[in-house]
């Protein structure tokens, strides 16, 4: 281990930063009783970013990862005077003793008396849930404990919190795996939390500034149990089924008081996957995803959703591959080092089948139709790494750097049709392979120093982002237009594919304090970002039995360059319940471009804006708390969006750039409300949201009846379409979520109810037709979790969606659909020795055409034994889906077409495991 440190010490030549913790314990002044679950805040001054925790059963605290500086430490208690004491950390730990708070001289019917773990304390704007409150089985995992909290849902692989998608979860405060939240969801186990807070993580340069900019993201951050400090433990399996069916993998963590190692594997032919979708999204496209199509996209049900821990983004029958390491070390009390690598395989066969109805057309209407036969190999290797190094008291640096290399090998055979009325517009059969690679790297170096007046800082910021894609693309197609002069069109083609970036960008950053309340940040950033796109097409050349026709109309060298200047001033208000922090950004960007293929121009652009965002924190009480943020931001379009070359991977449905499109601007407004009621343990939360976007880049899509030459040259044969992005006004989304939580003591339960209602309007272009598509989506869910006790465990829910869709313009094409989805969960332990699991859902797809069943029912179920010292081992065996009726179908709205799309799925299958957990704490 000590040959293991020495290396990756040697490999980063950084240190990371220190890790210090402030701990205490709680009490009673007039009985000297310890006081369990006290609220615990800490405030950094000046900018009073919180830290929060609560004390133990025996009344004891620990807030780790505290870096050096001033704090208030404030601790408070139900019916007991506030304790607040002011703090300083330097290069030592702070144990504060045992403080005894005294009782507050209140009327007798203010005082609780609380007979059960309180489900969660709010600590400022962050909610912190105890573990101990939701009851799991012994073999669960992070993610089955989070199914259990108020305000938090797992759909389709991925984790909602407060109505919005987690983007980031931590491990004790430290990244695990990198940014991938299923990592540490899906590995650790739960048996070993203690706490589950939910926040929402600013961006690293406004921590490290302490000025928030309006930038964050949800995030969770899972809280160890302070007795496995030392110690390893982890699960380890191995199973085999009929139709050679395979299933082995496991995670070993050992953690001590200086470091922390996790290992990670997994080898499986049944789609289960412990990480998230971003490895297995292809290079410069891979093969084509119908799914990944406009912004009024609403689905239902989820691919494999049945299946065990898939992460509901793929289809089909995958072989996963995965192997990695987490490692953290504090070989000191200022110095530690962290980072992790993981390696995944997958091989995913594919069989896709599609249905698109135009809503905007002639000749009443026009479908499309199409079936793919995909087969993609997808490798990756992905490094992350962190360091923060407090040079002295007054300086620091913190870098992150991370890396990533990817390899995409794809074959895909399309078959394709469209139909007017019924009758044959045109067809195509189409075989393409791809051969790709890509590279990423990114890194951010900070400097911070404090200066002698408290809350004066300035801090640089040096961020780099360089990636690189190459590879080929082999198509050969014939297709058919019935409608047509020229009846017939075959395509023989290969196309060798290059696109080259690099970002650099540089900020300043300086705060200072007016008085204790009032704070003052000014800041400048510089960007410059460049892209390069080179495009060769050749097409097929009988006589020499080669590539080697070079094709200008489908070529492209591209170059984009991006340059951003920006200078800010932000305020800062913080007294007593209320922060306020309000900034605005002054942004002159220019937009350069050169273009060699298929025909030769230059192009500049100038963009000059204000951009302004504000965020209040209203700590209403202990138990209540109010926020407001309000941010407005641009993005710039793509080298894909404006590059004006010609994409005919489908010759029936063509797509092209448009270099005249400008950045898109985009208005966002949160307003959270929450609440936890001390006496009774009932949880209330509430979120409304809503975003404009100005120049939105849609779909601008021409679809012909007859043979037509376009303005730009492109012949489109007749019933084909051609695609164009281009910016439209009009995009509107609003969001409503609402969860309300409390105990079911008649049934020993916890019951989460859920109310969500959202509205998107996405306009788009149809033959020089403008369309809104407006889509309605109102949910109604339950939750009811046991909290009988380990042995014993059930988890039922139920989630009903109503959902309309309506048209400006063709209002024949407007929908109304009901689907709903029912889970039934049990664990049960018998006899100390004898395990049943039960899985049950219930899927109802309303709206879908009359070729699917809109009812689907998937049963999983398992027997187990278990045996060995502690019961650590299980021999099971597992059947899923028993009835053999799990499917794959979602529907998707946009702009101008309806869609429904279905993939194969794995069926039902039997496997014999052997499960080992590796126990063992000092």
Do not use: C
């Amino acid at each position: 281990m000590k040959l293991l440190t020495v290396v990756i010490f040697l490999f980063t030549t950084q240190l990371f930063a220190q890790s210090l913790y402030i701990s205490g314990k709680v009490s009673d002044a007039s009985t000297g009783n310890s006081l369990s679950y006290a609220n615990v805040i800490l405030y950094h001054l000046p900018d009073s970013t919180i830290q929060g925790t609560s004390t133990n059963s025996k009344g004891y605290f620990k807030l780790q990862s505290i870096k050096k500086g001033n704090y208030i430490l404030t601790i408070k208690y139900l019916g007991y005077q506030t304790f607040t004491q002011e703090l300083h950390v330097t290069n030592k730990s702070i144990d504060v003793g045992e403080i005894k708070l005294n009782p507050e001289n209140v009327q007798i019917e203010e005082v609780y008396v609380l007979d059960k773990i309180p489900v969660a304390v709010m600590s400022g704007d962050t909610l912190v849930y105890n573990a101990d409150a939701f009851k799991v089985n012994k073999d669960a995992v992070a993610e089955d404990l989070l199914q259990k909290v108020p305000g938090i849902q797992v759909e389709d692989g991925k984790v909602k919190a407060q109505g919005e998608e987690v983007k980031k979860v931590y491990v004790d405060g430290k990244t695990f795996f990198g940014d991938d939240p299923n990592m540490a969801l899906k590995n650790v186990p739960a048996d070993i939390i203690e706490k589950v807070q939910i926040f929402d993580k600013q961006s690293e340069q406004s921590e490290f500034s302490g000025f928030d900019d309006g930038s964050t993201e949800k995030a969770i951050n899972i809280i160890t149990r302070l007795n496995i400090s030392s110690g390893t433990f982890g699960r380890l399996k191995a199973g085999y089924g009929n139709e050679d069916r395979y299933n082995a993998g496991g995670d070993v963590h050992m953690f001590s008081d200086e470091q922390r190692l996790s290992l990670i594997g997994q080898l499986n032919n049944t789609n289960e996957q412990g990480f998230s979708s971003m490895d297995m999204l292809g290079v410069m496209g891979g093969p084509d995803n119908k799914m990944g199509m406009g912004s009024g996209e609403m689905r239902f049900g989820g691919e494999n959703m049945f299946q065990p821990n898939m992460i509901g983004s793929q289809g089909g029958n995958t072989d996963v591959k995965g192997l990695g390491f987490n490692y953290n070390y504090e070989w000191n009390k200022d110095d530690e080092i962290g980072g992790s690598y993981f390696y995944n395989k997958t091989d995913n066969d594919l069989l896709s089948s599609l249905s698109r109805d135009y809503l905007i057309t002639f000749n009443n209407g026009q479908t499309y139709i199409e079936d793919n036969t995909t087969n993609s190999q997808n490798t990756n290797h992905r490094f992350n790494l962190r360091f923060d190094y407090a040079i002295d008291s007054l300086n620091q640096i913190r870098f992150i750097p991370s890396f990533s290399l990817q390899k995409n090998k794809s074959y895909s055979d399309l078959n394709a049709s469209t139909y007017q009325l019924n009758n044959p517009v045109n067809s195509t059969k189409s075989i393409s392979s791809n051969d790709l690679s890509s590279m990423n790297f990114s890194s951010m170096l900070m400097y911070r120093h404090s200066f002698n007046k408290s809350g004066r800082t300035i801090s640089f910021g040096l961020n780099t982002n360089i990636n690189k894609s190459d590879g080929d693309k082999e198509q050969f197609s014939e297709s058919v237009f019935y409608n047509s002069l020229a009846q017939t069109d075959t395509i023989d083609q290969l196309t060798d594919l290059l696109s080259k970036g690099s970002t650099f960008s540089g900020n300043l950053t300086y705060t200072e304090p007016l008085n204790s309340y009032n704070y003052l940040m000014f800041n400048a950033s510089h960007s410059i970002s460049k892209e390069n796109n080179d495009k060769k097409n050749y097409g097929y050349d009988l006589l020499t039995d080669n590539y080697n026709l070079f094709d200008t109309t489908l070529s492209n060298e591209y170059d984009k360059n991006y340059t951003n200047s920006s200078v800010g001033l932000g305020y800062r208000f913080q007294k007593n319940k209320i922060s306020l922090n309000a900034n605005l950004n002054y942004n002159h960007s220019i937009l350069t471009s050169e273009q060699i293929y298929p025909y030769s121009y230059q192009l500049k652009k100038s963009f000059n804006s204000f951009l302004p965002s504000v965020i209040l924190r209203y700590n209403i009480s202990r138990d209540k708390n109010l926020n407001f943020f309000y941010r407005e931001s641009n993005n710039a379009p793509s080298v894909t969006q404006l590059q004006n070359i010609l994409d005919n991977s489908n010759p029936l449905q063509l797509s092209i750039g448009n270099p005249d499109l400008k950045q898109e601007y985009n208005h966002n407004a949160v307003i959270r409300f929450s609440k936890i009621n001390f006496s009774n343990m009932h949880t209330f939360f509430l979120m409304l949201s809503s975003s404009y976007k100005s120049n939105y880049i849609g779909t601008n899509t021409i679809i012909t009846k007859n043979d037509t030459m376009l303005s730009n040259g492109i012949l489109l044969n007749a019933g084909s379409q051609l695609s164009i992005p281009e910016n439209v006004e009009g995009y509107v989304f609003a969001q409503t979520y609402m969860t309300y939580g409390m105990p079911a003591d008649f049934i020993s339960s916890n019951v989460n109810l859920n109310l969500q209602a959202s509205y998107t309007r996405t306009p788009g272009i149809v033959n020089n037709i403008s369309n809104y598509s407006n889509s309605y989506n109102y949910g109604l869910g339950a939750v009811i979790s046991s909290n009988i006790s380990s042995d014993l465990d059930f988890f039922a829910s139920s989630t009903t969606s109503y959902n309309v869709v309506k048209n400006s313009k063709a209002i024949e094409n407007n929908n109304e659909y009901l689907s709903q989805l029912s889970r039934l969960r049990l664990y049960w332990l018998l006899f100390d020795n004898f395990v049943f699991q039960g899985d049950l859902t219930h899927k109802y797809d309303g709206g879908l055409s009359d070729s699917y069943d809109p009812n689907t029912i998937s049963l999983n179920l398992s027997f187990g034994v278990k045996f060995f010292s502690d019961n650590r081992a299980e021999l099971r065996l597992s059947i899923y889906d028993l009835l053999n009726q799990n499917s794959n179908i979602s529907r998707q709205t946009t702009d101008y077409y309806l869609q429904e799309y279905s993939t194969n799925v794995i069926g039902r299958y039997f496997m014999l495991s052997f499960l080992y957990n590796i126990r063992s704490f000092s």
